[in-house]
């Protein structure tokens, strides 16, 4: 392929829309759509394999400075939602309360830094593993950044009076949970001297991302489509999306026996894992597809998605005839489409191809292109 990432974008997945407030917004005409989706939804979970079309709407404001004003960010997301009626695709967008990497480890003591024009940003606190384990961290929902997430998703749920689906926010696994909390440096040295601390901390912050979940469903309700946050979701399915970039900095194995089982443990209570992680996690493949109860796994599988994206498309065939939902994001026109899929997709295959297509009619094109060569 000729075509590589552009660095020039601020989010080569975003697409520009234009804001709907909520009394100009056709609920009615969204609940249907999104409810005739969800049944293809329901249907392709059940199955063992096959194929569904995505057409995520993203929007750029949102996961960036956007996302400090929860009036202009329903407002955004709205917008999206009613775009993306026109793209043709089995999976419907949702709600998303996005509130910025770093929302479990302000339980230890830091709040958001929010710079004008920027995403929100936390720096760590502590200088050692001892330091984090000796601070006795709030309840997530008691911190300012807490607060604020379940302000927006009862302001979003009110708005909408739960008839749009709503994901939890944005929740990183632990391992992602530790630049934030002190310098990483250390932490690769204590997952070789001090493993038993690391494992300590994890659980830690596992059961801080449990509780939280809990009062986030408390709000949502029945209206929640899972697995969440960066994922093709559905109120049909099952599972927990987790933000796991930080696996490929350390090997498969100490993934395994270190990270995977605060993951595993969080994920439990909302039907299982799923996994995460940008960049090129080819080699982790074998690791991922070893967690207990997992759903789904998310990779970028194109250069213009990802300037580090999975090169050898071949090592993922082993999700076939597993069951597990390869969540497969691709940028790129349809000629991009066909290269990545004619080398990804194997008989046994489960996936959701995510497409970013520019026009309704190049997504009806995707979509039947999609069809026919997953089959």
């Avoid at 299982?272 to 207990?292: E, I, N, R, T």
Wanted: glycine residues 6%; negative net charge.
């Amino acid at each position: 392929m000729a075509k590589q990432f552009d660095n020039k974008l601020a989010d080569s997945q975003a697409t520009k829309v234009l804001p709907v407030k909520p009394e100009n917004f056709d609920f009615d005409k969204y609940e249907a759509y999104a409810s005739d989706l969800n049944k293809t939804c329901a249907r392709f979970w059940q199955q063992k394999s096959g194929v569904a079309v995505y057409r995520r709407m993203r929007v750029a404001e949102c996961f960036s400075f956007g996302c400090h004003d929860m009036k202009h960010s329903l407002e955004l997301q709205l917008g999206a939602l009613e775009k993306s009626m026109l793209f043709k695709a089995d999976v419907p967008n949702f709600l998303e309360p996005w509130y910025g990497i770093g929302t479990i480890a302000s339980a230890f003591g830091g709040d958001y830094i929010w710079l004008e024009g920027q995403a929100p940003a936390l720096k760590s606190r502590f200088n050692s593993i001892d330091e984090v384990l000796a601070y006795e961290p709030t309840e997530v929902a008691l911190t300012n950044i807490g607060r604020h997430t379940l302000n927006m998703i009862e302001y979003f749920m009110e708005q909408t009076k739960g008839r749009i689906p709503i994901s939890l926010t944005d929740t990183q696994s632990p391992l992602n949970m530790i630049g934030h909390l002190y310098p990483l440096d250390q932490f690769f040295m204590d997952t070789m001297m001090e493993p038993e601390k690391v494992l300590q901390l994890f659980d830690r912050l596992a059961d801080l991302s449990i509780n939280f979940n809990k009062e986030q469903l408390k709000l949502i309700g029945s209206a929640l489509a899972s697995p969440g946050h960066g994922f093709a979701s559905s109120t049909a399915w099952k599972g927990l999306g987790m933000s796991d970039d930080n696996a490929i900095m350390i090997s498969p194995d100490q993934y395994l026996e270190m990270a995977a089982p605060s993951v595993e443990k969080i994920c439990a209570p909302l039907g299982g894992p799923v996994f995460h992680s940008c960049g090129d996690w080819a080699g982790w493949v074998d690791a991922v597809l070893q967690m207990k109860g997992l759903k789904m796994a998310d990779g970028a599988f194109s250069p213009q998605t990802d300037p580090g994206a999975n090169v050898n498309l071949e090592a993922f065939h082993q999700f076939a005839n597993t069951g597990v939902v390869l969540n497969t994001r691709i940028v790129g026109d349809l000629e991009t489409v066909r290269e990545q899929l004619t080398r990804l997709w194997v008989t046994g295959m489960k996936m959701v191809v995510v497409t970013y297509c520019e026009t309704p009619a190049e997504q009806e094109d995707a979509y039947h292109l999609i069809h026919e060569l997953c089959q």
